[in-house]
């Protein structure tokens, strides 16, 4: 007989998300992603400036701050066909560079690592032992017995004293959590260190976009980052060497632990190789443009349909006309008005809330589709559209990864793995590693072009009569982000938000097809129906931001406040 388990709400995520899981014989059988908030952004911003747009936009969550803010200004940029100076690209990316080093940082040691790590474990496990598997792994500075034994002597001291603060309310000693003593103290020490790394990452966001988080320094037609090698107020090069030893010191702790925690802890728990498949149907945009246009990219784009590498079909500029006209977003199971499909252009964000329904509406996100199918976002569909192009940097890490896994866990494993909750994690991991590379790349790329006498950094937008059209995208952490705006005579008319956890988290659509939370949770084990940590491993492994997906909740309604617009 089948039972429900409802957890409301999922936490060490952004925003409030419900999921419900249907499970018999010890295994999910069936399963529901309720986003539990609504978003007002779009209706806040009909009737701005469209210069406006990335200011308010970046406010729909305190975490995917940059990622809205540079889609937002790509989108307007779009619709006025506005290129943007050299110096603004290289600019942007080194910062949604660094905005995803903090990001995927913060989302593995903090949001996701304690799904497979028990802390109170590490109590009983031998600091010389640690090291000697942590040195197996790579050459970290921080991998000594010395260092393991502090940390185990601070894991210690809070278990004592009852008060286990970022480490408390976890399923400690769960049947699913399979680590040695030792990974899990391994695991601990680069917890804490991770806190200072991701720190790192954002003052170098900070020297770039004026503070972090919501920079204050991009415009449509580039940036406000004044450049000029002789001044102390502007970017000159003791800022930029600055950003480049930060970038480099957050780029050593990428590789030598991140990267290798990841392929620690999936190789130990392999058998979850095989869960969390859903949607294997892949999205992703091309980013990390070379030229003012947007018409080469560092970073590749495209979709992949049923898992099928050969079916790669590549994104190939920022007007791309195979992405721009295949986006639609349903809401026939979700509270807003209607049961259609819409263009974003055409979109609407009319709110009708009634109780959760599964057999109807039961979900604040809406569910947007690329051809009328469900697609997964994140950094697993960006790794394995670019392992189907060839991508040499792509490929290479993801070649040299799946061998460690291979010699760790002594089974070989192939790309096939990746569809999997551990394979989104290992996919995050070398993405990371990937814009460690570019970041690196694109700063000398800004230091030549400075070099060579070239300080411009915007371009003046102009708003002409008539209505225009435009979308941007950018390959946030999360996976795909996309803004619509519908622009008339200057002012907006209609603005569109797609973002990754619309994408994943989105509801089951007209055809009754689930999105990808809940098409990769059917299957997988269920040791304990009060303790559902498999629910979290799963849905944690997409880095879910509810805030972006839908924003602002007052559920009895009225007026929060009254502002004067300036």
């Keep these: 007989m089948a039972r429900k388990i409802i957890v409301d709400p999922i936490t060490r995520i952004e925003g409030h998300l419900r999921i419900d899981v249907e499970v018999a ?29 990335w200011m ?3 406010r729909i969550c305190g975490v995917c701050t940059t990622v809205h803010a540079i889609a937002s200004v790509r989108a307007v940029e779009n619709a006025l066909k506005l290129e943007v100076p050299l110096n603004a690209q290289y600019v942007r990316n080194m910062m949604v560079a660094l905005h995803a080093f903090h990001d995927h940082i913060v989302h593995f040691y903090v949001l996701s690592a304690l799904d497979w790590v028990d802390v109170v474990s590490a109590l009983k496990a031998d600091p010389v032992k640690t090291a000697s598997l942590a040195q197996s792994l ?36 769960h049947p699913a959590m399979v680590l040695p003593p030792e990974a899990n103290l391994m695991a601990v020490s680069h917890y804490l260190e991770a806190l200072d790394y991701q720190r790192k990452a954002d003052q170098a966001i900070a020297i770039l976009g004026g503070k972090n988080p919501h920079i204050q320094n991009l415009a449509v037609g580039g940036v406000t980052t004044a450049i000029n090698p002789n001044r102390d107020v502007a970017l000159n090069m003791d800022k930029l060497y600055w950003i480049k030893q ?11 632990v991140y990267l290798p925690d990841v392929i620690a802890i999936g190789a130990l728990n392999k058998e979850w190789l095989s869960y969390g498949e859903g949607v294997t149907n892949y999205l992703a945009v091309p980013d990390m443009p070379l030229d003012s246009a947007g018409t080469t990219f560092d970073l590749p784009g495209g979709t992949i349909f049923n898992a099928d590498l050969g079916s790669l079909k590549e994104f190939t500029s920022f007007k791309d006309e195979y992405f721009r006209d295949n986006i639609k977003e349903h809401v026939a199971r979700s509270w807003y008005q209607g049961d259609r499909d819409r263009h974003p252009f055409d ?4 709110p009708s809330y009634s109780d959760f329904d599964p057999d109807g509406k039961y979900s604040w996100s809406k569910a947007p589709r690329f051809n009328d199918l469900p697609m997964q976002v ?3 569909a960006q790794v394995l559209v670019g392992y189907a192009k060839g991508d040499e940097r792509i490929k290479g890490y993801v070649d040299d990864a799946l061998a460690r896994v291979s010699s760790l866990a002594g089974v070989r494993v192939g790309p096939s793995v990746l569809h999997s909750t551990l ?10 590693a990937v814009l460690s590379d570019y970041a690196l790349k694109h700063w000398q790329l800004l230091v030549d072009n400075i070099d060579r006498g070239d300080l411009a950094i915007m371009y003046q937008p102009t708003f002409p009569a008539g209505e225009q059209q435009g979308f941007g995208f950018h390959e946030a952490p999360r996976g795909a982000l996309s803004h619509w705006i519908v622009i008339e005579n200057g002012h907006i008319k209609n603005y569109q938000c797609v973002v990754p956890s619309t994408w994943n988290a989105g509801p089951r659509d007209v055809h009754d097809a689930p999105g990808p939370y809940e098409a990769s949770l059917v299957g997988n084990p269920i040791a304990d129906h009060e ?12 880095d879910p931001c509810i805030a972006c997906a839908v924003h602002l909740l007052r559920p009895e309604g009225g007026e929060l406040s009254t502002v004067r617009a300036l």
């Design 347 to 350: 979109g609407e964000t009319i």
């Design 246 to 256: 930060l970038t480099e010191e957050v780029q050593s702790f990428i590789k030598q």
């Design 378 to 380: 994140g950094p697993l």
């Design 138 to 173: 790579s050459d970290w500075p921080g991998n000594s017995a010395k260092r393991f034994k502090a940390v185990k002597e601070k894991v210690k001291s809070l278990v004592d004293s009852g008060q286990l603060g970022p480490f408390a309310n976890a399923y400690w000693g």
């Design 25 to 53: 014989d010890n295994a999910i059988t069936k399963a529901w992603s309720s986003a539990q908030m609504w978003r007002g952004i779009e209706v806040i911003l009909k009737g701005r400036d469209p210069r406006d747009a």
């Design 56 to 58: 308010f936009t970046q």
């Design 531 to 542: 303790k559902p940590l498999e629910v979290l491993r799963t849905v944690h492994s997409f």
């Design 423 to 432: 394979g989104r994690h290992l996919a995050r991991a070398i993405r990371t």
